[in-house]
């Protein structure tokens, strides 16, 4: 009895706190009661310098500060997701808002801000920007340079099998200087999967996991490893040192030797993004930790192709712009994408000064497929009506009522009539761009016809099948994007997608369904002609092709983000622009080329486009660069890549900004176009070390403290920030020159180094001057010699006209007869007096 007894009282005890269980989860889930408790986020804690050098040492310090906002040092220890120990200090922990105010206020403590989630910015490339495989005996430069180099890509993984990352012939012992590692995880063997080629793979997903759970290796979501899972790491590393492989191509399509921009090159991965509902996802903790790791390996390139849309945080509440502006305290260059977000201005990301910002632009490389109507139409119009032409003249093309079928007459008309007969050819002809496998015979039908209003888009489907129909859709109508239209035409079942976009905007993609984008010219055209015939015409749509050097290249890309910085607006960024709009590259055998689950194809190589394509490019080159020249840094680096990049395409006229028709200006392209064999000669360099940034740091608010956390200076420096007035940004040693509210007369300063190989040189200047500003360079000539090997010059912009938020441009270029350093010149002249009134007041703008 009594062990029943027991077993009845434990019964009730149990019973008992079940019942209080669920009342306490009934009011916890009350909406005043979760408001009450204070909801944990992951924050990141920023300490600047690692000043203690000591791995263990520093975690206990971290550990230390973190349990003053805690009661136990256990509960402590148990919040901490990351100690950031190695190459610089900090760390990332779950607090409530209250915790992470306390700490902020702390001694020692730089910045506090919570972890976002960042996003990716998602061959003969290579050959294009002049990089081409040897035809001879003569040793190219990619084959060169870059062995000794280690360039650490943050993404999605890796795929280790692919052919881009097998080791080179005759390819060298890993660098001494690697101190990183091959770590272990599902489906990913360090034997098996690295070598003197990858020869270190990280991942981190900590900080991923606490905003959305545990990965869900049930579903195989993703792999818990270096591993890849979505491809776009794959393709970006194969994009920046992928080895050398032939019969590279997707379906036949761009068929030819792909190689990274370094093939001989060594690759570390650092996994920091993870898929998500198709969409790569980042996390700023992890990407801190990964920061400290990359800085610790020993890599000396780092490629990123993440960001997030503006607004911008400030540049230490970012793990980008903090591990950035670490690595290049530690001569370690870092490359960004631009993002994703153009054409509108001013949204361009990842703007830090100390690290390289990329556009995305085009290659001379297109696509063309042949849409080919065989019906004969012929029909007799019982009336036709007479037109005036209008009276807009004498300016061109404002003539009115340009229909073939009706007369226009330039003078004065009577509305009299005539039997007309229309006859349009049995042969029309149309072009488009696709990568359209196989040749396609359908019916062209109008997108009414299964879509409500014309729409195309899923939820406005009719529920007819569109079997053996080319569906003709207007991206003007609704409007749609490609990508909806395209799965409104897959589910309708229809055989192909004819997709009509304004003037320029023609790329392609990989489609899920055989997808021709056509121009509105043309568009407009096949849709007068379906209107007109009396059945569902006959089309024909022939296989793309792949067609070189027949397209004016490079042109921005629609996409790219555009300057200037909404966060520092006297530092031009973007700084260059590479190619990024269908880039082949390696891919995951086992990831569908659209990533799409209904998509049951498997490729070895994929095109890609976006910004995250155009920044591998860049790392690449700078990796040739930092092993043809070890002792540059990255602010050299990144001077030789700006002053020498072209802003002319391949007919010698202007580059242009695809999808708007308009000449680029460096808001678009920042310096221009990479240009990587003028890049290894540049003449001159406009240099700059850590303690170059403390001025700048002074006018964006910080404190003498802070900086001294921040930057590694030399015993005898003493730092103070100047009093009084602001000091202009634009005075730090960059290659281009931005003066973003030009009052009156200001002078700036710049410096160079001669790096060319004669260092007896002169240099004489050409000032290309923005509209309305008078520009004086002085001195006008720049002698170098053996012993004075850096060389200032100022430059004095003066106003001279009334104007208000209007950008204009102009350039600087230093020559010797060889070499041409060119620098963009970025103004906005405030000069406008223009007042808000009000019922007491009156501002001026131009004194703000």
Not at 56 to 81: C, D, W, Y
Not at 583 to 588: D, E, N, T, V, Y
Not at 636 to 656: E, F, N, Q, V, W
Request: hydrophobic letters at 40%; aromatic letters at 10%; a positive charge.
């Amino acid at each position: 009895m009594e062990v029943v007894f027991g077993s009845l009282k434990a019964f009730k005890f149990t019973h008992s706190i079940s019942i209080v269980s669920t009342a306490i989860l009934f009011i916890i889930d009350q909406p005043l009661f979760r408001y009450l408790i204070p909801v944990l986020h992951v924050y990141i804690v920023y300490l600047g310098q690692n000043r203690i050098h000591d791995p263990l040492l520093t975690t206990n310090h971290h550990l230390q500060l973190l349990s003053n906002v805690f009661a136990r040092k256990e509960v402590a220890e148990k919040s901490m997701l990351y100690s950031y120990k190695h190459s610089l200090s900090g760390f990332s922990a779950m607090l409530n808002s209250t915790q992470a105010t306390a700490l902020a206020k702390m001694n020692g403590v730089v910045s506090v801000f919570r972890s976002r989630m960042l996003e990716l910015h998602t061959t003969r490339s290579w050959d294009f920007l002049g990089l081409t495989l040897p035809s001879s005996e003569a040793t190219p430069c990619q084959l060169a340079y870059g062995d000794d180099v280690i360039v650490g890509i943050f993404d999605t993984g890796i795929w280790p099998e692919s052919d881009s990352f097998k080791e080179e012939p005759g390819m060298g012992p890993v660098p001494k200087s690697w101190k990183g590692k091959c770590v272990p995880g599902e489906k990913f063997e360090p034997a098996k999967a690295c070598n003197r080629k990858l020869i270190g793979a990280r991942y981190y997903l900590k900080g991923f996991e606490e905003e959305y759970g545990p990965l869900n290796a049930s579903s195989n979501s993703e792999y818990r490893s270096a591993r890849d899972f979505d491809g776009h790491g794959t393709h970006t590393a194969s994009t920046a040192v992928g080895s050398i492989v032939k019969n590279a191509n997707f379906f036949g399509f761009a068929q030819g030797t792909a190689r990274g921009g370094a093939p001989r090159a060594r690759l570390a991965v650092y996994k920091i993004c993870w898929s998500k509902n198709l969409v790569g996802r980042c996390s700023e903790a992890d990407i801190m930790a990964a920061f400290d790791d990359a800085l610790h390996d020993g890599v000396q390139v780092i490629s990123g192709s993440f960001g997030v849309s503006p607004p911008l945080p400030p540049f230490f509440a970012s793990s980008a712009d903090i591990g950035s502006f670490h690595a290049m305290q530690m001569g370690v260059s870092v490359v960004f994408s631009a993002g994703n977000d153009g054409p509108d201005l001013s949204l361009v990301q990842n703007v830090a000064p100390w690290s390289l910002c990329v556009a995305a632009s085009s290659i001379d490389r297109t696509f063309p497929t042949k849409i080919l109507l065989d019906s004969k139409l012929s029909f007799m119009m019982g009336v036709s009506v007479v037109f005036s032409a209008g009276n807009d003249g004498p300016d061109l093309s404002l003539v009115q009522n340009v229909a073939p079928w009706s007369l226009c007459v330039a003078a004065s008309s009577i509305d009299r009539t005539f039997p007309t007969k229309i006859l349009l050819d049995s042969k029309l002809s149309f072009m488009g761009e696709s990568f359209t496998v196989k040749p396609i015979k359908a019916k062209l039908v109008d997108a009414s016809d299964y879509f409500t209003n014309g729409v195309c888009k899923t939820q406005n489907w009719k529920r007819k099948a569109a079997l053996g129909k080319a569906l003709l859709c207007f991206s003007t109508i609704g409007p749609v994007s490609i990508g909806v239209a395209e799965e409104a035409a897959w589910r309708a079942n229809a055989s192909a997608l004819i997709f009509v976009e304004p003037l320029n905007r023609q790329v392609p993609d990989v489609d899920i369904i055989p997808t021709i984008r056509v121009d509105i010219i043309q568009g407009t055209k096949l849709f007068h002609y379906l209107v007109l015939s009396p059945k569902q015409p006959v089309v024909q749509i022939s296989a793309g092709k792949t067609v070189i050097k027949q397209s004016p290249a490079p042109t921005v890309a629609l996409f790219s983000s555009r300057g200037p910085s909404s966060l520092s607006p006297d530092i031009l960024k973007p700084d260059i622009t590479a190619p990024g709009i269908n880039i082949l590259a390696a891919w995951p055998p086992k990831v569908p080329p659209t990533s799409l689950p209904i998509d049951r194809r498997s490729v070895n190589w994929n095109f890609l486009s976006g910004t995250s394509m155009s920044c591998p490019h860049v790392s690449g080159v700078v990796a040739l660069l930092k092993s043809a020249h070890p002792h540059w840094s990255p602010a050299a680096i990144r001077s030789a890549l700006m002053t020498t990049a072209y802003t002319s395409d391949t007919t010698l006229d202007s580059i242009l900004f695809g999808g708007i028709a308009k000449t680029t200006d460096p808001l678009d392209i920042g310096a221009g176009h990479i240009d990587p064999l003028r890049a290894m000669d540049p003449g001159l360099v406009y240099d700059m070390k850590a303690s170059d940034y403390i001025l700048f740091l002074c006018n964006i608010g910080y404190t003498t403290d802070q900086i001294n956390s921040i930057v590694s200076l030399s015993p005898s420096t003493i730092l103070s920030c100047p009093k009084g007035s602001y000091l202009s940004n634009a005075n730090l040693n960059y290659p281009s020159i931005t003066v973003s509210n030009l009052q009156s007369t200001v002078t700036i300063k710049r410096t160079v180094r001669n790096v060319g190989w004669k260092k007896a040189a002169i240099y004489f200047a050409r000032i290309v001057k923005p509209n309305g500003v008078e520009v004086v360079v002085w001195p006008r000539v720049l002698f170098f010699s053996c012993f004075r090997e850096e060389v200032s010059y100022y430059v004095t912009f003066k106003p001279l006209k009334k104007s208000q938020g209007r950008y204009d441009f102009g350039e600087i270029v230093w020559s010797d007869g060889f070499h041409s350093v060119r620098s963009p010149l970025v103004v906005i002249v405030s000069t406008a007096s223009s007042t808000i009134s009000g019922d007491d007041s009156t501002v001026d703008k131009a004194s703000m």
